[in-house]
Structures are given as C-alpha cells and as structure tokens.
C-alpha cells in the first residue's frame, strides 16, 4: 500500500506536492495564549505550554541552577563549567544572572568548536580517502574545519552560510578569500580515483554531491532518483539528473594561499624533483632489466646448483656457493622457486619428477639445459611481442586524452585503457606465467600475503647496487645525489585550500537509465527540482548553475526549518522532526508543527543561529527539570520530559581533558593524531574515512563516509572497559589527582570536595565524602594497584555515569 500511495505521489501534478507541509512556504504562526503566564521565559514557552494545559497538566518544575549550568556550558561551548563560574552564577541572584552565563557561552570561541562539529556531522569531512587498500590524504583539509568554527564564532548570516559551501567562489557578497575554504564542503570529497571505471566514478562522485546538497540543506532524499522516479517523494529521475549536472559541470581545484612567485618556484622545484626520480627509477629499471638477461643465461647452472641443496645430497648452500662461485642471494631465490610444488606453469614438471634418491644428477643437468634454452626463448618472444605491439598501439604518438583532475595531482582519464580495443599480440598463457614468475612482478603469493615481491631474478632499487661498478656505479650514485640535492632544495608545499571550482565548459548530463552511466536517456536542463519551485524550476544559466542552486537553496523555507531543527536537537536530544534527515514523506511529522515554524521564520528574519539558540536555551522549556512534566511521560520526548544524554564522544574527552588540567585551549590549526596528542579538543583530531580513531569509533563518533543527521548511542562493555584499561584514562587520572594534590593540599576532605565541583559542578554529600575518604584509605592500605590512592579515586570519578551523562 506504501508503494502505491507513493507512486502516486509522485506522479502528482501541479500543486499537489506543494501541499505537503514542509514544501509550502513558510507560515507566520502568533504566541498561543496561555494561563501561566509565570512559567513563560520567551516566547518558545507559548507552544510549549499551550498543549500541555489544554490537556490538563502543569510543567515540571525548574532544574537546579547547578544542573543548569552545567547542561548549558556542555550544550553550548562542550566542556564543564568551571568550579569558579559555578560559584559565581549561585551567588547571583540578579533575575540576569542567568543570561548573562548564555551571552558569556554564546561569546565564547569554544562556541564554534561545538556547534561548528554538529555541522562537520552534516558535511560528511573527512582528511582521506579510501583507495582501494590504501588511502589518499587531503593536508589542508583542516581549513574547511576551522572555517566552519570561525561561521559559527563570527554568527555568519545563515543565508551566506549556505550559499558558500555551495558556490563561495562565486559570491560578491565578501572578500572571496574569506568564503572559499567553504567550498570543502564539495572540494573534500569522497573522491574515487581509479579504483572504478572513470564513468562510474564520476557518476558515483556527483551521486555523493547530489546527496550530501540535499539532505545536508533541505533535509530530503533526492539522490533516491539515481535509478528511478523516487517511490514515495515528488522527485524524478530527471530532477536528480538536473542536479547531478551542476557538479558534472564543476571541477576540483586548489587555491593557493600564497604569492604567485612562491607558487610558481615551488612548481619548478617539484618538477625538477620529479624529473630526478624518474631518471634514478629509469636507469634502475635500465640496469636491473640488463642483469636479469645476463643472470638468465646462467639459468641452468643455478639450477644445477639449486639441485644440490634440494636433492638427496642436501648440500649446505654455503658450501655450494663457495664451490660454484654463483650469487647467493640468486641462488636462495633459485632455491626457493624450485622448492615449491604449487606454480601456475607445467614447465618444471620434470624437475619436479626428479627422484629423492641418488642417481640424478645427470638428469637434473639436463633438464637444467633445456629450461634454460626455453626461458631465453620465451625472452626473445616476448621483446619481438613487445616490440610489435608498441608499433600497432603507437604509443608515443597518440596524445593522452583530457582527463578530470582530482586532489594530489591525480588526473582520471576518461579514455581509462587506451588501445584496450585494439587487437594486440601476447605470450601464450604458460609462458606468460613463467616469464612472469622470472622476470615480472613474480610467482603468486601464498595466502597470508607472505614471501619477497618480484620475479627471480628481478633486482631493482637499492638491490641494484651490488652488481654496478666502475662508471655504471658512478653514474646511478651521481643521479641520486643530484636528487637529494633537489629534495632538499624543495621547500614545504605552500598552503592551499581544498575546493571545487567551474568546469572549462559547463555541460547537461543525460538520464542514466538504471543509474548507469553507459545507458543514457534524454538531455535534462540543469535545474531546482520542480517539486521544491513554486511555479516550475527554470533552467540554470549562469555557468554551472551552482551559484543559482545556491541561491535557490538559501532561500527555500525547507533550509530554515531543517537548521532549527537540528538546533533543537542538539538542545534537547530529540528534534521537533524526528527524521532531521528526511522531511519528506516516509520522514516523521512535526511533534510542534507551530512551533517549528515561529523558529524558522525567526531565522528567516535574523539570519543568526546564535539568536535562534539563544532564545531556546533562556526558555522555561529548555530550563526543565528532569522527569515528566506533571508526572506524564511524553510520547514525543520532546517537552514532555527532558532526558537524560550520554555526552558524546568530544564532549566526554574534552571533559576528561578539561578537569584533569591538560587541555589546550588554542583554536584552530592542522589536525592531530589523538591516540599521540593527548591536550588538544577532538574536533581537531583527524578524521578519517579509511580507518576512524579507535576511541572515536568506540564512542559512537560517525563515519564520514555518509551524512550523519544524528548520533547513534550505544551502550556496549567496551566503553566501561576503556574507564579501566585506557592508557588515556589513566593517565589523565593521574594528572587530575596531582591538580587535586595542588589546588586543595589541606586533606582528603578538601580534594573530595574540590574533585566533585570539578567533575559534576555541585558539592558531594556527607555520605559521598565519607566513603570517598574511606575509598582512599582502603586503597593506601591495601597497596594492590600501581596507582596511588587519590588517582584510583579520580579514575573512579571520571567513569562515573553522573561525568558522562547530562541531565
């Protein structure tokens, strides 16, 4: 039935999509009127209250001011408030002092690490990504991030905000300096290389751009069209295709943030760096490619030898060395080819016949001779294939093919195997495979990946060196000093930003049927799905369109109502629209539809997200106790009762650095490895799609790989294991009893009571203090941990649910 209600949907004309509450323009809802008006904070109170009396029920009551404070200070700039600012908000009693605790938070440039991380969640960012079993790192990622940090610091007019992720490249709104590291939002990918077919990749490149626009700022799934007309929502696959064509029509680029003289001799330099390592790889490939001929003409005499050590005799391979002056190292290789059973080839099967008794020598001899005489015959073989081969293809003559650049100076060309469709010569199977085995990329592996890489008799690199002398010696060690010369004179890279940027010529994509790119449809103009255009999406014209896209985006009511949205849930844990990701028709309704509409229109209005969360958290709603409102449990979890939050995983370490003293308070700056930095705030840690941070991933912390709207939470023996054996945690348990020792040296009374308002922001109890103090005298006592007893009680503390949850 599902199906069917949205195929038709979807097949709806003219304005029956347009009445789908979150594609109709915004409303302009009044403050419903109210009884208690005592109970009313700001004007967000209106809504809240409104139902609950019409259902009979008073609010809760308020949370403690000690509860309060804390909830704000993690909710707004992500760290524990400090002992010395919870003393002085208890001591004012002023009816400001509570706002003037949410302007100092709002103030502060730890604002932004907080919020600036919800939006990172959004943009999918990422440092790296994957390649196959390897990964491509981006260096200047980080720019992206601290620009991110410094919108939310600086209230960047939410419009602006968008429209430079988008298209800051093209906005005349500011100095284009300061809105082009926005452009990582698209510029940091997920790129994917060469690890598909150039079309695919491609497409699948634009599939992930199509996604991350729209659910990232209109909270819809367009990209379900890639294949087909979405099955419930009102967009078709030509709509998807409309979109995917601005970024087929965009480009990566790199902005350098450096003079053009700079610039410019960094690329000089580079190149001539290049230039030497090709000539060194060159020459190598040179020599190593003329001693495997000549080592292949004593084939048969290291068989032979190989035979003394493997046959009945059992020769030691010193011994047999010393005797025929051959090459150890070759003849160790020889060994160990002969030695195995399981080769792709059936031209050692009469040495593999040879008997293990006695008798065999002359044999082994002569078989020597024969493979030797068919191996340089394979070798004469495959020089006339190759040679052949070159001439049909004319390499050398044919011009590589433009192709799409993308970060660190890879190039995808779209012609993925020139001369694939041309009809070349090639070594039978069998011999091909012992060619290989000798003089290729070598005998496969065995299953756990071990053994030396590369044929028999295959010496390159620094194995070269050995067998040069006299000037062919000389020569490979000038080459090399020249590049050392070379590497040294080239300078760190000048600083960049990560960006994309217009393509040489902006061009429409066709319908890939079925998502492919190899089945095309019709032509589609690039264009706003029609759907979300009031009176029908007109085609883009300026370029690649992304600077309308953009404009079209910033000023759609669905953008507004996704953003406060998600303000609202990072306040509260749950958003007025429990699907912040899917605001169409399989996503949830608004609990407070009203509600969501005075917030988007006030955003509409002000442009500030600082104002929109300013006035949510100095609500009666947001300053509520725990617990149900009027003792009813609320079905929407909303404003029925506030639960309690796991702290996520930058809060909780955050924290964790915060109380023990070792917190660096710097903004901004590259990224670091946490598991080795163990001072800076995690939002600048090192995020990877390749492999996340082991803490990170333990923590729920999201992978980048996809739009994360909201944190999953889970609660798994592993994380209270990491409060017992984590280096980490121990470590920062130590450094939090010595801050302890310090700052309350008069007796275990005063570091209990120091401990508590560090960690939980209120004074412990009487009983709390007693077994706190007889925790550490039982622990001096026994003498079991390696420990002292203050840091066994701070790691206690610091695993405590009272430090990790937030009420």
């Known amino acids: 039935m599902l199906a069917l209600q949205g195929l038709a949907w979807a097949a709806a004309a003219g304005g029956a999509e347009e009445t789908f509450w979150s594609f109709r323009p915004l409303g302009s809802p009044r403050l419903p009127e109210v009884r208690d008006k005592r109970w009313v904070a700001a004007p967000v109170d209106h809504f809240v209250l409104a139902p609950l009396e019409a259902r009979g029920r008073a609010p809760g009551p308020a949370a403690s001011r000690g509860v309060l404070i804390r909830r704000v200070a993690f909710d707004l700039i992500g760290l524990p408030p400090e002992p010395e600012k919870v003393d002085a908000f208890l001591a004012d009693s002023s009816p400001r002092a509570y706002g003037k605790v949410v302007d100092r938070l709002l103030a502060s440039p730890h604002f932004g690490e907080r919020w600036g991380r919800h939006w990172l969640d959004v943009a999918r960012y990422a440092e790296d990504d994957i390649r196959g079993l390897s990964q491509e790192t981006y260096s200047n990622a980080w720019r992206y991030r601290d620009w991110v940090i410094r919108a939310f610091n600086d209230d960047l007019p939410f419009p602006l905000f968008l429209k430079a992720q988008i298209a800051g490249d093209l906005l005349a709104e500011r100095d284009s300096?300061?809105?082009?590291?926005?452009?990582?939002?698209?510029?940091?990918?997920?790129?994917?290389?060469?690890?598909?077919?150039?079309?695919?990749?491609?497409?699948?490149?634009?599939?992930?751009?199509?996604?991350?626009?729209?659910?990232?700022?209109?909270?819809?799934?367009?990209?379900?069209?890639?294949?087909?007309?979405?099955?419930?929502?009102?967009?078709?696959?030509?709509?998807?295709?409309?979109?995917?064509?601005?970024?087929?029509?965009?480009?990566y680029r790199e902005f350098p943030l450096a003079e053009p003289g700079v610039v410019a001799e960094y690329h000089r330099l580079e190149q001539m760096v290049k230039e030497q390592e090709e000539a060194v790889k060159e020459y190598g490939k040179e020599s190593g490619e003329r001693l495997a001929q000549i080592l292949a003409a004593g084939t048969a005499r290291y068989l032979e030898a190989a035979w003394q050590v493997l046959g009945p005799d059992r020769f030691d391979l010193a011994r047999?060395?010393?005797?025929?002056?051959?090459?150890?190292?070759?003849?160790?290789?020889?060994?160990?080819?002969?030695?195995?059973?399981?080769?792709?080839?059936?031209?050692?099967?009469?040495?593999?016949?040879?008997?293990?008794?006695?008798?065999?020598?002359?044999?082994?001899?002569?078989?020597?001779?024969?493979?030797?005489?068919?191996?340089?015959?394979?070798?004469?073989?495959?020089?006339?294939?190759?040679e052949e081969n070159r001439i049909t293809l004319g390499v050398g003559k044919k011009k590589r093919p433009a192709g799409t650049p993308l970060p660190n100076g890879f190039v995808s060309y779209e012609d993925f195997c020139p001369g694939c469709q041309v009809e070349v010569k090639a070594l039978s199977r069998d011999r091909y495979v012992l060619w290989n085995d000798v003089f290729g990329s070598g005998p496969r592996r065995d299953p756990e990946g071990k053994g030396r890489r590369g044929g028999v008799l295959v010496y390159e690199g620094s194995q070269i060196d050995r067998w040069l002398d006299g000037a062919w010696k000389a020569h490979l060690g000038e080459l090399r000093a020249e590049l050392e010369r070379r590497r040294k004179a080239l300078p760190a890279r000048y600083p960049f930003l990560h960006l994309v940027g217009e393509a040489p010529a902006a061009a429409n994509l066709r319908i890939h049927r079925r998502g492919s790119p190899y089945d095309l449809g019709d032509e589609t103009l690039r264009a706003f799905p029609a759907a979300l255009h009031g009176t029908g999406a007109a085609p883009f014209q300026r370029g690649s369109g992304r600077l309308e896209l953009a404009e079209a985006?910033?000023?759609?009511?669905?953008?507004?109502?996704?953003?406060?949205?998600?303000?609202?849930?990072?306040?509260?844990?749950?958003?007025?629209?429990?699907?912040?990701?899917?605001?169409?028709?399989l996503g949830d309704r608004p609990s407070h539809p009203e509600l969501l509409e005075y917030l988007a229109r006030r955003l509409v209005e002000s442009g500030s997200v600082k104002a929109i969360i300013r006035e949510i958290v100095l609500s009666s709603t947001y300053q509520a106790a725990g617990g149900a409102a009027g003792g009813e449990t609320s079905a929407d979890g909303l404003t029925g009762r506030r639960e309690r939050r796991r702290l996520d995983v930058e809060s909780l370490?955050?924290?964790?650095?915060?109380?023990?003293?070792?917190?660096?308070?710097?903004?901004?700056?590259?990224?670091?490895?946490?598991?080795?930095?163990?001072?800076?705030?995690?939002?600048?840690?090192?995020?990877?799609?390749?492999?996340?941070?082991?803490?990170?991933?333990?923590?729920?912390?999201?992978?980048?790989?996809?739009?994360?709207?909201?944190?999953?939470?889970?609660?798994?023996?592993?994380?209270?294991?990491?409060?017992?054996n984590s280096d980490f945690i121990q470590e920062q348990a130590a450094r939090l009893a010595e801050r302890l020792a310090v700052e309350a040296p008069a007796n275990d009374e005063a570091r209990l009571r120091r401990a508590w308002r560090l960690l939980y922001a209120r004074e412990p109890s009487e009983v709390q203090v007693r077994l706190g103090i007889r925790f550490l005298q039982e622990a001096a006592a026994g003498g079991e941990s390696k420990m002292p007893p203050l840091a066994q009680l701070a790691q206690a503390l610091l695993g405590s649910n009272e430090f990790g949850f937030l009420e």
């Open 553 to 585: 985006i910033a000023g759609h009511p669905l953008a507004a109502r996704v953003m406060v949205n998600r303000i609202w849930q990072h306040l509260f844990g749950q958003g007025l629209v429990r699907t912040p990701g899917n605001f169409g028709r």
């Open 653 to 724: 370490r955050d924290a964790i650095l915060a109380v023990s003293g070792s917190l660096d308070a710097c903004l901004g700056g590259p990224s670091v490895d946490l598991a080795a930095d163990r001072t800076r705030r995690t939002v600048y840690g090192k995020v990877s799609r390749f492999r996340l941070e082991a803490t990170l991933a333990l923590f729920d912390f999201p992978h980048p790989a996809v739009t994360s709207e909201k944190r999953n939470v889970t609660q798994v023996p592993l994380q209270r294991l990491f409060y017992l």
């Open 177 to 251: 300096r300061d809105l082009l590291p926005a452009l990582g939002f698209f510029g940091l990918g997920p790129w994917y290389y060469d690890i598909a077919v150039p079309a695919v990749a491609r497409a699948d490149e634009r599939h992930e751009r199509v996604d991350a626009l729209t659910r990232g700022f209109l909270g819809l799934t367009v990209a379900c069209a890639r294949c087909h007309d979405h099955k419930f929502d009102p967009f078709s696959m030509r709509d998807y295709y409309a979109l995917a064509g601005v970024f087929a029509s965009s480009e």
């Open 320 to 386: 047999v060395v010393a005797a025929s002056r051959l090459d150890r190292e070759t003849l160790e290789r020889w060994v160990d080819y002969l030695g195995r059973r399981e080769r792709d080839h059936p031209f050692l099967s009469e040495w593999d016949a040879l008997p293990a008794s006695g008798g065999a020598h002359g044999h082994a001899a002569a078989i020597a001779g024969r493979f030797q005489a068919m191996l340089l015959a394979i070798v004469e073989e495959k020089k006339r294939i190759d």
